[in-house]
């Protein structure tokens, strides 16, 4: 795989701001090769998740795509009900599947509305086993293995984040 380049008329965002931004460019990347749902990254500091980007599908509906990042966008490392914030516990690649959480919240509630079976959250750490960041990708489906996502994730991290 190989960091892509997209035409003006399918960009996410403004090329300007793809250009600029390392972690939308990473998550671009991602949703692209995932063909996700719902693609986000947070950074970690002082014990929270700090969003840093995050796409929608185009056919999601308005208020799941606008809702998320306004409701993830600070999140404490001790709101549970998360796959990024058991990823950023462990510090290790976690899976969440809509079938197994409850309706009502956390995410169970958001990967029902990205009408999406499956999240994957995998952690960035640094050399020292610290954590940097998180980048989670929703998709459908539970056939495919976890590997293949966080091997794309992985390569984003390399490409957009060296």
Known sequence: MKPFELPDSSLPAPRGELERNPALRAVAYVHQHAGARATGCWRFEAGRLLLEAFLACPEMKPEVAQGFPVATADVPVTDTGLGIVLAARTREVTQYRAIDLPPESGSGFWLRGFEADRSIAVPQLD????????????????????????????????????
């Open 127 to 162: 050399e020292s086993q610290n954590l940097i960041r998180i980048l989670s990708v929703a998709i459908r489906g539970l056939e495919e293995p976890v590997a293949k996502y966080e091997s794309i994730v992985r390569a984003a991290y390399m490409f957009y984040f060296p």
